[in-house]
C-alpha cells in the first residue's frame, strides 16, 4: 500500500468522471498511487465500489463516490455545491466520460441519439466547467483534462456523431484556456490514443485487444498534467 500522504499529487483533491471503469478506473488508481483524495462519478455506483476498494488497498483513502448522469445539468450543479460544502476548492478536473454512437452515414442517425452523444462528449463538460470553475478557482494550483480522440482531427466517414462531439471538445477546452489564462488555472487535453478500452472495442470490434496498451499503461500523461508544477496551458498531449 502507498502513503496517502505522499506522491507528486498528496493533498490534491481530483474528480474523475466516467471512473468506474476502463480508462477513468485506471486514471484514478493513478492518482491514488501518487497520493490525491478521489471524487469519482459514474452514473453506477457498482463499479465505484469496487474501485473503492482497489483504492484504499493503495493508498487507505476512501474516495467520495457520486453516482451522476453527466446528462441531468442540475446534478451536475448540485455537484459543485457539495463539493464546495466538503473540501471548499478543487484541485484537479478529469473530464473522462464519453460516449461513442452508433457508426453510421450522418443521414441514419436517430436524432435522439446525437443528441446524447453530444450531451455527454460535450455539454456535460461545458456543465462541470461552469459548477466547477469557482472551485477550481480556489486551488492554488487548478487543473483541468478533457479526454479528446484523433477522431477529433480529420473526418473520418461514419464518425460522425463522436467526431464532432470531440472536436467542439477540443475547441471548449482551448476557449476556457485563453480565459484563465491570468489564474492559476490551466486546461490542456489528452488523447490516450489506442487503448484496450470497451469503446474501442465497440469501434473496432475485429481488432485484437491485445495488440493495445491497457488503460493503466497509459496513465503517465494524466499525473504528469494534474500535478501542481505543470505550467503548460491549452496543449494537447498524446498518451502515448
Do not use: C
Not at 483541468?144 to 480529420?154: C, K, L, M, N, Q
Request: no cysteine; charged share 25%.
Amino acid at each position: 500500500m502507498s502513503q496517502g500522504n505522499s506522491g507528486r499529487l498528496a493533498g490534491r483533491i481530483a474528480l474523475v468522471t466516467g471512473a468506474s471503469r476502463g480508462l477513468g478506473a485506471a486514471i484514478a488508481r493513478a492518482y491514488a498511487r501518487e497520493g490525491a483524495d478521489l471524487v469519482l462519478t459514474a452514473r453506477t455506483v457498482g463499479g465505484l465500489e469496487e474501485l473503492d476498494d482497489e483504492i484504499r488497498k493503495i493508498n487507505g483513502k476512501t474516495s467520495l463516490l457520486v453516482p451522476l448522469d453527466l446528462k441531468d445539468g442540475e446534478a451536475v450543479d448540485r455537484l459543485g455545491a457539495a463539493l464546495y460544502e466538503r473540501y471548499g476548492r478543487l484541485d484537479v478536473l478529469v473530464g473522462n466520460a464519453g460516449q461513442l454512437g452508433t457508426l453510421s452515414p450522418l443521414g441514419h442517425i436517430k436524432p435522439a441519439e446525437w443528441q446524447d452523444v453530444i450531451d455527454v462528449n460535450l455539454t456535460a463538460n461545458w456543465r462541470l466547467i461552469r459548477s466547477l470553475d469557482p472551485l477550481l478557482r480556489q486551488s492554488p494550483a487548478g487543473r483541468v483534462i478533457f479526454v479528446t480522440s484523433g477522431a477529433a482531427r480529420g473526418p473520418r466517414a461514419y464518425w460522425g456523431t463522436y467526431a464532432v462531439s470531440k472536436a467542439a471538445l477540443e475547441m471548449l477546452a482551448g476557449i476556457y484556456a485563453r480565459e484563465v489564462e491570468q489564474s492559476n488555472l490551466r486546461v490542456n487535453l489528452i488523447d490516450p490514443g489506442r487503448a484496450r478500452t470497451r469503446m474501442r472495442a465497440r469501434a473496432y470490434p475485429g481488432e485484437d485487444p491485445m495488440s493495445l496498451k491497457a488503460p493503466d499503461e497509459i496513465t503517465q500523461a494524466f499525473v504528469d498534467l494534474a500535478s501542481a508544477d505543470f505550467s503548460g496551458n491549452g496543449q494537447l498531449v498524446m498518451a502515448q
